[in-house]
């Protein structure tokens, strides 16, 4: 690892920032400066060694000198703080320190210079090259707004900065413009750019009711929408909060390696020790204490893990910990909330049934409509979402609107009463009913009271189906190794075992409470198995929390999904899960690839340091090829996220 290395580490630890900090500007320009500086007083004292006469030589000595000062003294500094704290980070830079001085002890002014030269100057690559591949979650934060139109009360709109924002307050967003708050939609109709932050592709149509979310862009018309949350309390402010926990976290193998990074570099200390005493060459000393440096240990795992997350983020996949990157590889059961999750989580009307003949379809859906027009039960908006679209909106409103919980709905019309809701309740009037219909999801019924006579009029049939992809994506789990499938439903048998036919999913656990639903989880994991959770984030949580990995589908905005969830889809679409996995597996993969590979180079340039047939500065380019592998090799996750894109 070069001698900036534990600048590099601590870049990549760091908050979310797109931009560098004034003191790290600074660093980074001195640390460049003084590396060329050196470079170029080296070239001259080898100018004038050619050139000049033999009178001359201490001029070229001491510019060697001045060179080898000018940038060993802060790879000094850096490993002196590193001893004094005990930090692992400045491994590298204590064995660079240690070549340095040893080669300025016997005199060679040009090793002791150049060393630190190469290294750093490889360093501000190796740092370019890492940072870039953070682009992708750096730019969540380009995605926050710095101020926002707040409307007035008295009228008028005023600038004010995102921060004074509250709930509560109105603010106006025009076409291009990016929404600064988390928020409903009050007035106006646009359209939502939100691929950064669910990964959806295809914008959003939104309209007075609609939530969005900070950091979407408004692609066309004006919006008013009133402030829900602000600042760290929006969705994009807790994924950004969760990013900067997450790329600081440490899979099972990078903690096993931290672990015995001291022990590494005390073995090197020895080999160099060893070699001194049995060569008495200071040469072969020095580079073994060159390419012992630590570099593709420290690099493996968070050169992998940010590329990880910027491609998972990407993707609307948000990755909570490394630790569950480690998880993922090995989950073989999944545990399928039902609605929500594997189902669209709307009603929608499926057909309907008339007790007379005589009667028209159109007429039993009006009434319906009629009376669902005064409740805010699911059932009631699907009849009035479904009239809606077919234009069969009736002509004149209730004039009194009674809803009775557990029961249904009364409505007060010109030529009498109308009633919607249970079988049960209509029976319960005295009322002839037809036979029961042979389904799976919701009934109600209707009926119309005139001149003191009740009579059903016959009953709405209502189904949630299951999201398109949803077959797909369970296929595609089975095909990762993921042998068990399990539908979790609150619903009756009936509905649920309709859906897991659908979805040819195996078993079913119907009728189960929200908080039956963690012993179910638990009884998976008694049987051995390593499970993943999919839940929608708003009921799921103990069982979210209770398996090996849970997963929060289309959480952009639940606290409790992104509370009790590991990873959060930050979209509704199931193709995301088995993309997680993969990339999960790859991650991994990398990651170990990336620890063997160290190892073995740098094992091998121990072996030929101390057998002399790697001089010091051979050996400083020579370790940089691991750290130089390393970030191709954890780049290479950048380029899965583009070619494994989800098409839904």
């Known amino acids: ?37 050196a470079a170029v007083l080296l070239l001259a004292a080898h100018a004038i060694a050619w050139r000049a006469p033999a009178e001359q030589r201490p001029v070229v000595e001491l510019l060697k000198v001045i060179a080898a000062v000018l940038v060993v003294a802060p790879i000094l500094r850096t490993a002196a703080a590193g001893v004094w704290n005990w930090r692992s980070d400045t491994y590298s830079a204590q064995l660079v320190s240690l070549a340095a001085l040893a080669a300025l002890a016997v005199g060679d002014f040009t090793t002791a210079a150049l060393i630190p030269i190469i290294l750093s100057l490889a360093s501000f690559f190796e740092e370019r090259s890492v940072l870039g591949a953070r682009a992708a979650i750096d730019g969540l934060r380009s995605l926050q707004a710095r101020t926002a139109n707040v409307q007035q009360p008295g009228g008028g709109e005023q600038s004010a900065p995102v921060e004074q924002l509250r709930a509560g307050d109105v603010v106006v967003v025009r076409a291009g413009e990016l929404v600064p708050t988390d928020g409903v939609v009050r007035r106006g109709h646009s359209t939502i750019d939100q691929s950064l932050i669910t990964g959806e592709s295809v914008p959003e149509d939104v309209a007075p009711g609609s939530q969005v979310f900070e950091g979407t862009a408004n692609c066309n018309g004006v919006l008013s929408i009133e402030v829900q949350s602000a600042g760290e309390g929006t969705t994009l402010g807790r994924v950004l909060e969760l990013l900067r926990d997450a790329e600081q976290s440490r899979t099972s193998v990078l903690r096993l390696v931290d672990a015995y990074a001291k022990y590494f570099v005390f073995g090197v200390l020895l080999v160099a020790g060893v070699t001194l005493f049995l060569t008495r060459d200071v040469s072969r000393a020095i580079a073994v204490l060159v390419v012992g440096c630590p570099g593709p240990f420290i690099l493996a795992g968070p050169t992998a893990i940010v590329a990880a997350l910027a491609a998972a983020s990407r993707q609307g996949i948000l990755i909570k910990n490394a630790r569950f990157l480690e998880a993922l590889t090995d989950v073989n059961s999944v545990i399928l909330d039902k609605t929500g999750t594997v189902t669209l989580g709307v009603l929608d009307v499926e057909r309907v049934i008339r007790s007379d003949p005589e009667l028209a379809d159109e007429q039993v859906l009006r009434a319906a409509a009629i009376c669902s027009e005064g409740s805010q039960h699911p059932i009631s908006r699907a009849i009035v979402r479904f009239v809606t679209a077919k234009e069969l909106r009736p002509d004149a409103a209730a004039a009194n609107v009674e809803e009775l919980p557990g029961r249904g709905v009364i409505a007060d019309v010109p030529s009498g009463r109308l009633f919607l809701g249970r079988r049960s309740w209509i029976e319960s009037m005295n009322v002839e009913m037809p036979p029961q219909p042979d389904h799976a999801g919701p009934i109600v019924w209707v009926a119309a009271e005139s001149d003191g006579v009740i009579r059903c009029l016959g009953a709405v049939l209502l189904a949630d189906h299951p999201r398109p992809e949803a077959r797909e994506a369970v296929r595609e789990l089975h095909e990762l190794g993921v042998e068990y499938a399990t539908l979790l439903t609150g619903d009756r048998r009936a509905v649920a075992e309709r859906v897991a036919e659908e979805l040819d999913i195996e078993h079913v656990v119907p009728e189960v409470l929200p908080e039956q639903k963690l012993e179910v989880v638990r009884a998976e994991r008694d049987a051995g198995r390593r499970v993943l959770v999919v839940g929608d984030g708003v009921n799921d949580g103990p069982a979210l929390a209770g398996g090996d990995v849970g997963v929060a589908m289309g959480a952009a905005g639940a606290q409790i999904a ?26 991994c993969a990398t990651i170990h690839v990336n620890v063997l590979a160290g190892a073995g180079l740098t094992l091998g340039m121990l072996g030929l340091a101390s057998g002399g047939m790697i001089s010091p500065i051979a050996g400083a380019v020579l370790q940089n090829i691991g750290e130089l592998f390393v970030i191709v090799n954890s780049a290479r996750l950048l380029r899965f996220a583009g070619t494994q894109r989800p098409t839904n």
Request: no cysteine.
């Open 1 to 37: 690892m070069s001698a900036a290395s534990p600048v590099l580490s601590r870049r990549i630890e760091r908050e979310l920032d797109s931009d560098l900090t004034r003191g790290e500007r600074w660093n980074l320009g001195l640390r460049i400066g003084t590396a060329l500086a």
């Open 562 to 587: 992104l509370r009790s969830a590991d990873v959060v889809l930050m979209s509704d679409s199931l193709r995301r899960l088995p993309l997680a996995i993969r990339l999960a597996r790859t991650t």
